[in-house]
């Protein structure tokens, strides 16, 4: 048994990979983009028993250094494909990126978008404390943002 050569074919190897990218693609897609910015220690563990489910989904029965390294690859491979793509396509890149959400317009809490976003009043007031914001009065905008942080726009003060 050599360790460089896979023990599965470099065909199925390759398919494995790129149905496990496709498919966390996916999923990350429609778990919205608070998932991603927001990571608490459950989250931290599903993506550790997801990582280690889908490690044996992209390798198969396959242990060899040669097989592990052509995974590898091929998702680095394929994530640059993707980001290139949705780079030079607009219509691809609404399709995987996901796109900011208002949460707080001139003071007022959009609720309708806070509970599409699956994000509590207490989160979000949270996220505006670390950018040292206390009322709702002090915000112009607060912008859920694709990578799932806050970004706040506060209100100019009035001068004195």
């Known amino acids: ?6 023990d599965i074919a470099v065909a199925e190897k390759i398919l494995r990979s790129v149905a496990v990218y496709g498919f966390l693609l996916v999923a990350f897609r429609i778990a919205g983009k608070r998932q991603l910015g927001q990571m608490t220690a459950f989250d931290l563990i599903v993506l550790l ?15 060899s250094l040669g097989g592990g390294l052509l995974g590898a690859t091929v998702i680095i491979v394929l994530n640059y494909l ?14 995987v990126e996901n796109s900011p959400t208002i949460l707080v317009k001139h003071g007022h809490v959009l609720r309708s978008n806070l ?8 989160e979000l007031r949270a996220a505006l404390r670390k950018e040292g ?6 915000v112009r905008y607060a912008i859920l943002e694709e990578d799932g942080h806050v970004t706040v726009i506060p209100r100019r003060a009035t001068p004195a």
């Open 115 to 122: 509970d599409r976003e699956c994000m509590s009043l207490p």
């Open 82 to 95: 993707i980001a290139w793509l949705t780079y030079r396509h607009r219509g691809l890149e609404r399709i």
């Open 1 to 6: 048994m050599n360790i460089l050569v896979p």
């Open 133 to 138: 914001i206390t009322t709702m009065s002090e």
């Open 49 to 63: 028993i997801i990582s280690n489910v889908l490690q044996n989904a992209a390798i198969g029965n396959d242990n």
